[in-house]
Each structure stands twice: as structure tokens, then as C-alpha cells.
T-cell receptor
């Protein structure tokens, strides 16, 4: 089956630093990837939709200057949390849709997530 | 906009017992419905999805779900659970119109299967 990887799986950083999280589709091409944030005992909240070769589309309330998204290739999207603060600590999950058929009903494949802790 | 309510945050059951995990949704347009499972320290895995056609959908690992439009529900069921089914289960919805790919998730239901 289709596999999506995330790196790193966990990261601890100091307040004020920036952290980059990578999301890769390992065996398929994905023109569209999604970034979610998951708080403990809460649902996944969509942060942004990442489109290969164009700007990401952010959900309402998500600061685009704080959460920088780059989708430079059909298999890689990155999320950079800039000037991280303790309130940014969370579980970040990406997903990717196989773009082969072009159907929006195709399955989204999820990565294993990245646990970010900001001290 | 769509929303999803998973009525039970935790469901404990004994091995080989049947289980139903409840999911209700709200939407002003037609929807696609999904159930995902998340095992500890792993990503979400698709269990099954309803796009159109038969309202009874069969998925992997012996799970099935029934779409009920009048009750706006998409409950997940399994007739006999195993210890290995212990995981977090998420119901999700997306709009069927407009080509939107956005998934809206419920808060999840933690299923614990006890021996």
C-alpha cells in the first residue's frame, strides 16, 4: 500500500527557534498534501493544503507566516514552525493524496506524525 | 461547513464481543464519509469509506459501517472484536460537491478490547 513518511518523528526545541518537518510520499506522487494538528484527546484539525508548485492554502485562524509550507516536488512537502513557542507544542500529521487518477475521492494516506515539544 | 460528532470518547469491550462506534455528521451538502484507525505511535489508516451507492460499506479487518442519511449517521460495527483492534478510531467527512478534498474529523473514540 501507499506509504507516507514524516521526519522527524519527534523533536524538542527551545522557544524562539524554528523547526522543519518533512512529509514524503514514498511510492506515489502527490500533487496535494495536507497538514493537520492534533491536540491531546482532540480531533485532527486541518491547518493547510499544500499544492505542488504553488502557494499553500491555509485554514482560517492559521498564521501563514508562522507555519511555512513548501511543496517543492511531487513527493515532498515541508512544514516549518518559525519562532516556535510552547503553545505550538503539538502532534503534527501530514497526509497525501495519490494524484494519479485526479479524483478527489481518492484515499488520503497519512504519515505517522511528528511530536513537537517547545521548551 | 461540515462537522462530525463521535458520541463516545472511550469504548471498553471484551474480546469476541460485538462493538458499535457511533458517528453523526452535519452538512448542508452531500458528503463522503470515512472511518480511520490510529494504532499507538502510528499514522491513520483508512478502514472504509462511503462515496455513493450501497449504504452498507465493508472495510478491512472485518469492520463495516452503514450510512443513514435521514439520521445523518455513519456508525462503525464489528461483530466480534480482537485484542488487536485496540486503537483510536476517527470518523471523518468531506463535502461531495465542489471537488473539496478537506476532511473534517471527529474527536475520536478509543476502543479498548479486554481479554
Amino acid at each position: 500500500g501507499a506509504v507516507v513518511s514524516q521526519h522527524p518523528s519527534w523533536v524538542i526545541c527551545k522557544s524562539g527557534t524554528s523547526v522543519k518537518i518533512e512529509c514524503r510520499s514514498l511510492d506515489f506522487q502527490a500533487t496535494t498534501m495536507f497538514w493537520y494538528r492534533q491536540f491531546p484527546k482532540q480531533s485532527l484539525m486541518l491547518m493547510a493544503t499544500s499544492n505542488e508548485g504553488s502557494k499553500a492554502t491555509y485554514e482560517q485562524g492559521v498564521e501563514k507566516d508562522k507555519f511555512l509550507i513548501n511543496h517543492a516536488s511531487l513527493t515532498l512537502s515541508t512544514l516549518t514552525v518559525t519562532s516556535a513557542h510552547p503553545e505550538d507544542s503539538s502532534f503534527y500529521i501530514c497526509s497525501a493524496r495519490d494524484s494519479t487518477s485526479g479524483r478527489v475521492t481518492d484515499t488520503q494516506y497519512f504519515g505517522p506524525g511528528t511530536r513537537l515539544t517547545v521548551l | 461547513a461540515q462537522s462530525v460528532t463521535q458520541l463516545d470518547s472511550q469504548v471498553p469491550v471484551f474480546e469476541e464481543a460485538p462493538v458499535e462506534l457511533r458517528c453523526n455528521y452535519s452538512s448542508s451538502v452531500s458528503v463522503y464519509l470515512f472511518w480511520y484507525v490510529q494504532y499507538p505511535n502510528q499514522g491513520l489508516q483508512l478502514l472504509l469509506k462511503y462515496l455513493s451507492g450501497s449504504t452498507l460499506v465493508k472495510g478491512i479487518n472485518g469492520f463495516e459501517a452503514e450510512f443513514n442519511k435521514s439520521q445523518t449517521s455513519f456508525h462503525l460495527r464489528k461483530p466480534s472484536v480482537h485484542i488487536s483492534d485496540t486503537a483510536e478510531y476517527f470518523c471523518a467527512v468531506s463535502a461531495a460537491q465542489g471537488g473539496s478534498e478537506k476532511l473534517v474529523f471527529g474527536k475520536g473514540t478509543k476502543l479498548t478490547v479486554n481479554p
